[in-house]
């Protein structure tokens, strides 16, 4: 019997249809996944790209068959103590030497690029 493994990205659905244990993305798919991901891909990297990310849906659809009945939830996977280091605020002393590195600065601001666009 087949399953399908499901993988919602910013409201937007994309399926691979597993069957068998063989999986397969539909190379229409790839185009909107890669729109979603904010990149651009050839005609030929979406033949390329296409089954690499059908084994990695793949895989993610190998982790649906686990049993986790028996594990404890957790937040995170590491649980033993404290691995972070104190939070403790300092006082950087060279503050010109790091507003001289920046190219944009407009005090009290950093000017950066516009990283994404709205939509």
């Known amino acids: 019997m087949g399953s399908r ?6 409201e937007r ?8 244990g063989s999986s397969s993305l539909e190379p229409l ?5 890669a729109e979603t991901a904010r990149i ?8 390329e790209f296409a089954p690499k990310i059908g084994q990695v ?7 649906q068959s686990v049993d986790l009945q ?17 939070d403790v605020p300092e ?4 503050r010109e ?11 009290p601001y950093i000017k950066v690029p516009k990283v994404l666009n709205k939509e």
């Open 13 to 20: 659905t994309f399926s691979t249809a597993t069957t068998s």
């Open 40 to 47: 651009s891909l050839t005609p030929q990297e979406v033949e």
């Open 5 to 10: 493994a499901l993988l919602m990205v910013k």
């Open 70 to 86: 028996s594990v404890e939830p957790s937040i995170r996977a590491d649980t033993e103590g404290d691995n972070f280091r104190a």
């Open 97 to 107: 030497a790091i507003i001289a590195a920046i190219p944009n600065y407009e005090e």
């Open 91 to 94: 006082t950087f002393e060279n």
């Open 57 to 63: 849906m793949e895989w993610f659809g190998q982790l």
């Open 29 to 33: 798919d790839v185009p909107r996944l």
